[in-house]
DNA sequence: CAGTGGTCTAGACCACCGG
DNA sequence: CGGTGGTCTAGACCACTGC
């Protein structure tokens, strides 16, 4: 299982492999993350307070709240002084058609719940309109990939994904399992970079055929396109991808929170 | 010594409208903001290091990575262990067609580079597709709003934005600048709600005959719709606003920080 | 009123980066 | 190596909520 998790065991567990020690606050946001996604708190009023988790984790209560801090970014939770915090109905989330993504664990649990077969393409240049709209420099030729991402449960796929992997990352491209969710999160893994910043952009388009016919759609039907690049700690980009959705069928849904 | 300044008498400052006491570490991140927008850190490597602001700010280091946190949300500033915190150079921001909003202070700003007129509706109820696509009840009638918004320099709209405002609130509503930058903004400083969470969900559709005329584009062109959902620190919804943004000329574009 | 989360202090150790 | 920001502790006072 997609093990990320670390638990109880303090094992030192060294793993030769890169990943770092995470720090507790992670750690312990993956727990509650994954309790509140288990339905380990059924009511809203079900969540404990911090003062508990204190306890119960034997941390501080800084360590408590930047985990708390993470899971409210992530729209797990909302927090309230005086009255304490409540995990979030699921009832503006996951509509059929809704894909919350306001941050990059976001963007890894919706790719959880999907599946997408990649194939592998020759490496190329980047088409010269995404290289445009990018507004960045992107030269050589990247490894190229393509893939379906379906939902199960459903017939037509929810996008269509083009991505591409910077030329100097051959190492991790070749280890890479075309089956899995996402490419950025093998290439973290495999590779020695890891995610800091995405930059997106959105866009209504009109398909083209190619893509049409895969999503299912009919002449004249929009696409929303999703344009996104993947930046290390060095702000090297190291992934483009271009994912294209069924406009009427998809909506991409963030929040934020003002702070 | 100085302790904590308890800040002379609490000026009751009974205004109905909420001017709160702001946090010590938000009016810390003000002064910063306006220090690197006033040009006071001409070089990236000219910010001060956490220490030297706590010196000379005399707080904790806790204040003064709060109000950093802020900034780095904003995207205003980049800091790396070992190295420093150095100001994010002008240059990456204001591509011409991209419009950066992760956060809500990034909303305002970009209401600011427009401007937009708005037309009082008649009251009533909110359409039903709006309604199903956010997925929360909003009955009665809400105060309703439409408007196109222009960029100076550019013939044709960015958008066009329909609003509705919640029926409780008719006293802000009837003091509502019709021509200001943002609703939400005034309805914030009118009434004594306060944004606390925005969400949002980004479709591409295709527009009606209406919605495209107004945008100067030609039928079968695709059409981005932004829903936001505006809720107060009290989970109530206070305003619905949908924009519709020509999906050829505009790119809704976000940056997204790895923590 | 007691208990919640929000703000804040004064320490500490660490991983990382530059000279 | 010294200094940076990242993590973490153990306290504290406060504003606000609910009962």
Redesign the pocket.
């Known amino acids: 299982m997609s093990g990320r998790e670390k638990l109880a065991a303090k094992a030192p567990a060294k793993s030769k492999n890169a990943s770092?020690k995470k720090?507790?606050?992670l750690e312990l946001a993956d727990e509650l993350r994954e309790a509140v996604l288990r339905g380990d708190y059924p009511d809203p009023g079900d969540f404990p307070?911090?003062?508990?988790l204190c306890k119960k984790y034997d941390?501080?209560?800084?360590?408590v709240?930047?985990a708390l801090r993470k899971l409210t970014a992530e729209g797990l939770i909302t927090?309230?002084?005086?009255?304490?915090?409540v995990v979030q109905p699921a009832t503006a989330r996951a509509g059929a058609l809704h894909q919350p993504l306001s941050n990059v664990g976001e963007i890894l649990q919706y790719a959880r719940d999907t599946t997408i077969a990649f194939e592998k393409k020759k490496a190329g240049a980047i088409p010269k309109d995404v290289v445009e709209q990018i507004g960045a420099k992107a030269d050589g030729d990247w490894f190229a990939f393509r893939g379906k991402r379906m939902k199960p449960g459903r017939k037509r796929p929810i996008a269509v994904t083009e991505a591409w992997v910077h030329p100097e990352l051959a190492d991790a491209v070749a280890q890479i399992d075309v089956n899995a969710t996402t490419l950025f999160g093998q290439i973290e893994t495999l590779g020695e970079v890891s995610v800091a910043r995405v930059t997106q952009d959105i866009q209504a388009i009109k398909g083209t055929k190619d893509i049409l016919s895969e999503l299912g759609l009919e002449k004249g039907d929009p696409v929303l396109r999703i344009l996104r690049c993947y930046f290390d700690e060095s702000d090297r980009m190291f992934e483009i991808s271009a994912s294209y959705h069924p406009g009427e069928r998809f909506a991409y849904s963030m929040h934020i929170e003002v702070d």
């Open positions: 770092k720090p507790r606050y307070t911090e003062s508990v941390v501080s209560r800084f360590t709240r930047e927090r309230k002084r005086g009255s304490g915090t």
